[in-house]
């Protein structure tokens, strides 16, 4: 089994940045590929940005590239996403995810290992 536990959502104002941390424990050999998804009210969960293995191979969705980073420190078990010139569109609970797949994927379900979230809040 694999704990993931985030942290580091706050309210910001547009333009403002905020860095995400998720904490892996447990079987980290379950999985392959981590991510970061979000969830708006009242929307779809939607992709935000996933990494390979060994965190060189990175993917971003259309709406964040340019703004976002997603990092990844496997000695510590961490996965990190730099938020950058935050947009009130971006304001919706981001959920850290893991799960194996051939290559990065943002597609959720790759991943079978899902975080309880953090809320980010854009005005």
């Known amino acids: 089994h694999v704990q993931l536990v985030e942290s580091g959502g706050d309210s910001v104002q547009a333009g403002g940045s905020l860095r995400l941390t998720c904490a892996a424990s447990g079987r980290t050999d379950s999985y392959n590929v981590m991510?970061?998804?979000r969830q708006a009210p009242g929307k779809e969960r939607e992709a935000v940005a996933s990494t390979g293995p060994s965190g060189e191979f990175t993917v971003y969705d259309d709406s964040v590239k340019g703004r976002f980073?997603?990092?990844?420190?496997n000695g510590e078990e961490t996965l990190y996403l730099q938020m950058n010139n935050l947009k009130p569109e971006g304001t919706a609970m981001y959920y850290c995810a893991a799960g194996r797949s051939s290559w990065c994927s943002l597609k959720s379900s790759d991943f079978g290992y899902w975080g309880q979230g953090t809320q980010v809040t854009v005005s």
């Open 35 to 37: 991510g970061w998804f």
């Open 69 to 73: 980073i997603i990092t990844r420190d």
